[in-house]
């Protein structure tokens, strides 16, 4: 079975090795048909502390490493601008 893979936006990264991940999606409603904004927040892994705050990520689903985290950071898909 393929593993889940989500893209997301880095919220915070003031943990050790754990970034936050802001996942949107958007659903139809089933009845009104009208389109709606869904947004999840993932605690993911991060070995080597490589995403930071703003930074677009691809996190895959992997083995439960702590209470809250069941993902890991696969790829820094697109750097945050920095101001």
Do not use: N
Request: charged share 40%.
């Amino acid at each position: 079975m393929p593993l889940k893979q989500k893209i997301g936006r880095v919220i915070s990264d003031k943990m050790t090795k754990t970034v936050t991940v802001l996942v949107e999606t958007r659903a139809q409603h089933p009845r009104y048909r009208k389109y709606i904004k869904k947004r999840a927040k993932f605690y993911a892994h991060d070995e080597q502390s490589e995403a930071k705050l703003g930074d677009l990520v691809k996190i895959i689903e992997c083995r439960p490493i702590s209470k809250l985290k069941r993902w890991r950071v696969e790829e820094v898909l697109e750097k945050a601008r920095s101001s």
